[in-house]
């Protein structure tokens, strides 16, 4: 009797899943006893329905001759990304480490864990859908038995990206300007999708992780989570026995980040990696990220500023400046609390006489009431302004180049 002659589709339980700029996967097929000399299979696009809706069933048949071009071409990849390893070591040389190089050589190449019966052909496929091993020949004419399950969904790989808002390479703010924020996300793949990202604010990090991520409640439009995991299937009827076969739409979903911004600093959001419902992976971000200061399509980078605060030097409420008259007194006006990013900044003076000076002097426009706007020069927090006439100066407010008008409470007064 002839050995048993059998094939198995993924045997090793492997998701797959497109992506650019290639956009091809192969799906293997584990032999047995068998020498094919042809394969078929068949592709169902996602989202297919008895009724004959999204698309149609196409069929595949593979030749011995192009089952060996497949695997030709895979072990020229394989030759390129391999890692060099010398062909010959002197025996004085050896050490233990040589050994975890042979055996990460050997993992690489699946055909080197396979037994003697057993043997490795590929099917290179480069559109979604479920592939389904349909038939498997022998060389010697004879089918062989196909392994349980016999079918594999390959999907676009997921994509996840924050939506371009126009905003500068850093985003800044002021403190109390928005304490809470919403940053657009776009997400794309097989829902429910999962997503994990981290903030840093002032370099302290923070995991998240949002899962079950999929559109609105249109039946038409999305896919059920069942308890057990699965996605939302049909039961088909296939060489007499009862399948399950899986159904899928891809989606294409924005959605909201909420982020508070209530502490004065730096903040970082990272999009790490983005999971499907097929459990496809593809990471986005790296650890590396949280050193950049630029809004990229995996990172958002802002800094909020603190509220600018100026005050007089030298004089206050209780403590006049004395002036001389006829002479001109420097009023020095200083930066408390503010960020050197945020300057230069504005500041707006005014002026009141003292109660009888205006009335004595009338026509002398040194006691006439004003208001003006001073700017500091460059990133200098220090401004001075010369005071010729006696009365109140009051600053009513501040404004640097990012943060919104100040007032500040400090006065002076000269006698």
């Not at 004959?52 to 196409?58: L, M, P, S």
């Not at 903040?267 to 949280?290: F, H, K, P, T, W």
């Not at 009023?331 to 500041?347: G, K």
Request: with cysteine.
């Amino acid at each position: 009797m002839s050995p048993i002659s059998t094939a198995q589709l993924n045997h090793d339980g492997q998701s797959f899943c497109l992506a650019p700029p290639v956009n091809a996967v192969l799906v293997p097929v584990l032999l047995n006893n068998t020498n094919p000399s042809g394969l078929r299979y068949s592709l169902t696009p996602l989202g297919y329905t008895k009724d004959g809706g999204h698309g149609k069933v196409e069929y595949f048949d593979l030749t011995a001759k192009d089952l060996k071009v497949i695997e030709q071409t895979r072990a020229e990849g394989l030759q390129l990304t391999r890692p060099s390893f010398p062909a010959k070591r002197d025996l004085d040389e050896y050490d233990e480490y040589d050994d975890d190089d042979d055996e990460g050589a050997e993992t690489s190449n699946p055909h080197s864990s396979l037994q003697k019966t057993q043997s490795l052909v590929h099917i290179r496929l480069t559109k979604p859908g479920t592939v389904r091993l349909e038939r498997v020949r022998d060389a010697s004419n004879v089918d062989a038995r196909l392994g349980y399950p016999s079918e594999v969904t390959i999907v676009p790989c997921p994509h996840v990206e924050f939506v371009h808002d126009g905003s500068r390479e850093v985003d800044v703010r002021c403190a109390g300007q928005d304490l809470d924020l919403q940053m657009m996300i776009d997400i794309h793949g097989l829902p429910p999708l999962s997503l994990r990202w981290f903030r840093a604010v002032n370099g302290k990090r923070e995991h998240f992780l949002v899962e079950g991520i999929e559109g609105g409640h249109d039946h038409d439009h999305r896919l059920k989570h069942r308890p057990d995991g699965d996605l939302e299937s049909e039961l088909v009827e296939e060489n007499g026995r009862a399948v399950v076969r899986r159904k899928g739409v891809l989606q294409e979903l924005r959605v909201p980040l909420s982020v508070s911004l209530d502490t004065v600093g730096t903040y970082l959001y990272v999009l790490e990696e983005v999971m499907d419902a097929l459990g496809n992976i593809v990471r986005v971000g790296s650890d590396n990220d949280d050193n950049t200061s630029h809004n990229t399509k995996s990172t958002r980078s802002l800094t909020v500023l603190r509220r600018p605060t100026m005050s007089f030097k030298y004089c206050g409420p209780g403590n006049p400046m004395s002036l001389l008259v006829g002479s001109e007194a420097p009023l020095t006006i200083s930066a408390n609390e503010a960020d050197e990013f945020d300057a230069p900044w504005e500041v707006t003076l005014k002026y009141q006489p003292s109660i009888g000076s205006d009335d004595g002097n009338k026509g002398n426009k040194r006691f006439k009431p004003w208001k003006k706007t001073l700017t500091t020069q460059n990133n200098r927090r220090e401004l001075t302004v010369g005071a010729n006439a006696p009365g109140e100066y009051t600053i009513v407010g501040v404004k640097g180049k990012v943060s919104f008008p100040v007032i500040s409470g400090s006065f002076s007064f000269l006698n």
